[in-house]
């Protein structure tokens, strides 16, 4: 069965504060992504990558970085925590190619006070 | 740029009723479609998707969803609403030439009295 896991279900961290967010997927897909999920605004793309060590900003990326060392593994980074930036957070990765659907993690809820 | 708008963001309909959701996208090509569903406090699922094949497309729990190009829509039905539908959906857009990013609507909320 088809597996996308994220590191933690709910988070919460001082302003500030550097948070790592782990994704998982066990499917050999070429693209991962990160997305942020906030009422009334749907998904918003944080930054994908289709391919070990490469990555390219989505339509959010400001405050946030990532890691991808391993294909199975991609990373979300804030590197300072703001309190703007309390939200859900969604990893998915799916095959190349766009007609291939994107498989989610659970989803992270980060609170930032 | 591509777009996806869901009209309304909640909708209510009764047990046994037909669901109706609504999703228009704009593209300057032939686009791919997917409408997924998220239960609380779960990621997203795929429901159904449109790759070109057929215009009408059936997916899962008894959902389907037809595609109109004269009308830029991909509108999610169900005949018959049942309690476990209730959901958030989102409907979302893929640009053959994006190499799979999705572009997503702002979701639709359906409740489902009984």
């Known amino acids: 069965d088809v597996k996308v896991t994220q590191s933690s279900r709910y988070l919460v961290k001082r302003t500030g504060e550097k948070v790592f967010l782990e994704c998982v997927q066990d499917m050999d897909h070429e693209n991962m992504f990160w997305y942020r999920q906030d009422p009334g605004l749907g998904l918003r793309l944080i930054y994908f990558?289709?391919?070990?060590?490469?990555?390219e900003k989505g339509d959010i990326p400001e405050g946030y970085s990532v890691s991808r060392e391993k294909k199975e593994r991609f990373s979300l980074i804030l590197e300072s925590a703001s309190t703007n930036q309390t939200s859900m957070y969604l990893c998915a990765s799916s095959l190349a190619g766009a007609l291939y659907e994107q498989y989610f993690g659970p989803g992270t809820r980060l609170t930032v006070t | 740029a591509q777009s996806v708008t869901q009209l309304g963001s909640h909708v209510s309909v009764s047990e046994g009723a037909l669901v109706l959701l609504r999703c228009n996208y704009s593209?300057?090509?032939?686009?791919?479609l997917f409408w997924y569903v998220q239960y609380p406090n779960q990621g997203l699922q795929l429901l159904l998707k449109y790759t070109s094949a057929a215009t009408l497309v059936k997916g899962i729990n008894g959902f389907e969803a037809e595609f109109k190009k004269s009308e830029t829509s991909f509108h999610l039905t169900k005949p018959s609403a049942h309690m476990s539908d209730a959901a958030e959906y989102f409907c979302?857009?893929?640009?053959?030439?994006?190499?799979?990013?999705?572009?997503f609507g702002q979701g639709t909320e359906l409740s489902v009295k009984p």
């Open positions: 979302a857009v893929s640009d053959p030439g994006q190499g799979g990013k999705l572009i």
């Open positions: 990558s289709y391919d070990v060590k490469m990555k």
């Open positions: 593209s300057s090509v032939p686009p791919y």
